[in-house]
């Protein structure tokens, strides 16, 4: 199985926040090698005549028409049609879903969704409140340009992001109104830099406050402690490892920063319910797996 990453759309020289599509795609044949690409966007995909395939890090699930979907940032993934089909497709950057880089209060709702791609991806027809109408306005205003629509499609994606929000379990991502501080911020975006050598110590160091105190707020901040988020950066990564290069399970584990194979091989299995060796196994026959 292919992976590539997609480059980011460039308007005048400069990265798009955003890009936007009424894709009709035509009957797959099943036996054709597909290639799993990953951004740095959310993607959010309304089904509007469809009976598809969204397969995503070697799982697949059911699309069809009035379903709405959401893939995480940096989550490989592709769509599969049965049929003859038509969805809106809908790409951001995460930031947009904050007013600034200082909004911390919106950023907590952000962060599961570019590091935690364990979340719910497809929500059935009436799951989503008014899924369908918010979509099409997103599409026509993209494809009209009326004036302000850019403002009109953000105002959009956060109605809907605010009911993907609503939809989730609170068991699934954490959502108190606790204060997501600029030590904390500091501290997520370190470990996506550092996390095959981040641990608490260094992390607590990188953002000048001592071990007691940061583990205290990182924990009430995010709703799990240091460690178990870290372990889920760490596979997340392998798991785009697995699904996008030929590296051995052992390689795998020592660049996502295990300190065994073994280990990872544990833990891989605990969040997976199956071994990073079945995982690429899933991944590269798609067409042999069942819709979840």
Known sequence: ???KKQLPFVVDGVKSWLFCD???K???DKTLEYYYHYHDYIELLYAIDADCE???NGKCYSFVTGDFAVLNSNEPHYVLANRKSEYVCVLFSPEILYADENAFL????????VSNNSLKTVFKEGEIADAKKLSVEIIEAWENEEYAHELIIRANILKLFAGVLKNLKKEDIYTSTSHIGPEIKKALIYITEHFDAADEKTTAEACNLS???FSRTFKKTMGQTFNQYLLNVKINQA???LVSSDKSV???AFITGFSSASHFISKFKEKNNVTPYKYREIAKKPQNQKRI
């Open 1 to 3: 199985m292919n992976v």
């Open 22 to 24: 009424r894709r009709i």
């Open 26 to 28: 035509e009957k797959n």
């Open 54 to 56: 969204i397969w995503s």
């Open 106 to 113: 919106d950023y907590k709702y952000v962060a599961p969704f």
């Open 211 to 213: 071990y007691y105190h």
């Open 239 to 241: 798991e785009k490892y």
């Open 250 to 252: 052992t390689e795998i």
